[in-house]
């Protein structure tokens, strides 16, 4: 039987997600600043809020899948935020706001009596729309099972990974970081590749059945850059954040994460050149522009570095 679920934040993630809950059967209202993405979660079969207090009033769990720490913290503890509602007894955090964020709002929305989770997921895009995300869930047992069919809905590996608030975004930052660094290290390793001669499409080809491949060789590479559609659906802003984020994490814990740091000013340098709005694979055109080289299917795009 489809639960009733409140879904807060309509992006590039939360509307496929959402449309994969009401294929389940669940009963969602939806909540978000751009009203065309309202509209077309509605015309999807989704019922609309104008505030999430509004949805906090009358669903069970509500779900949130917002950008930042910040936008997270207002829409659930801010002016007509989740904690005005007086239904919602379970809240699971989708971002990925890092574990002092998730903690704080755990904090807040308890005297009312709602039990938090993170729940941060993997995938993308594609594994948004698919129902195949990785949804990293930390927190109460009892609550995680109480919501775990609608997290399958939208997840084919999701796991309770930790019994405290903030675990699961911790292991989503670490994720992150590492798909961070490796395409970093993976764009440098292509560039030099190409400046050498070397046939892209092949590099990666051998790359993709041998040791040194990853999912930015794998994912990013074949189509965004190869192809050079940069289209993958994750903005450069948002990767840098998670990577500040994850960094920030590791300096509270006392872990040193020497090559990691050098990756986050790749990413800042590349916001620097092309602006936040970016799609994180175009990460690779920086360094295109450094090393003279173009990491592309056909040599006639070897033309743009003059516009580096």
């Keep these: 039987m489809g639960q009733n679920i409140g ?32 509209e077309a979660a509605v015309a999807a079969g989704a019922r609309s809020a104008h ?62 009596g709602v039990v938090s989770l993170d729940a941060p997921v993997s995938g993308g895009p594609p594994g948004a729309a698919a129902g195949t995300l990785s949804i990293m869930v930390s927190g109460s047992r009892a609550a995680f099972e109480t919501v775990r069919p609608a ?8 796991r309770l990974v930790g019994s405290e608030v903030g675990q699961g975004q911790t292991l989503k930052l670490v994720n992150n970081l590492m798909l961070a660094a490796n395409y970093a290290v993976t764009s440098e390793c292509l560039v030099m590749g190409a400046k050498a001669g070397l046939d892209p499409t092949m590099m990666v080809d051998v790359v993709n059945r041998s040791s040194g491949r990853s999912f930015a060789s794998e994912m990013f590479v074949p189509g965004p850059v190869l192809k ?16 500040r984020l994850a960094l920030e994490e590791a300096e509270a814990l006392g872990t040193p994460m020497f090559s990691c740091a050098a990756a986050r000013h790749l990413y800042e340098a590349a916001i620097g050149r ?14 295109e522009g450094w090393g003279g080289a173009i990491v592309a299917a056909t040599p006639s795009v070897s033309a743009e570095l003059g516009d580096e």
């Design 7 to 38: 879904f807060v934040g309509l992006g590039m993630m939360g509307a496929p997600m959402v449309r994969r809950l009401l294929s389940a059967g669940h009963v969602v209202t939806v909540c978000d600043q751009q009203a065309a993405a309202v």
């Design 51 to 112: 505030t999430p207090a509004e949805v906090a009033g009358c669903c069970d769990t509500v779900m949130v899948s917002l950008p930042t720490p910040d936008v997270v913290r207002r829409v659930a503890l801010g002016p007509d935020g989740l904690h005005e509602g007086r239904k919602v007894k379970t809240y699971v955090d989708l971002s990925t706001t890092g574990a002092r964020v998730a903690r704080e709002v755990a904090a807040g929305l308890a005297p009312q």
């Design 151 to 158: 997290l399958e809905a939208m997840g084919s590996n999701t």
């Design 228 to 243: 050079r559609e940069f289209a993958f659906g994750f903005r450069m802003a948002l990767m840098a954040k998670d990577v």
């Design 274 to 287: 092309s602006g936040p709005d970016e799609d994180v694979t175009s990460l690779i055109k920086l360094l």
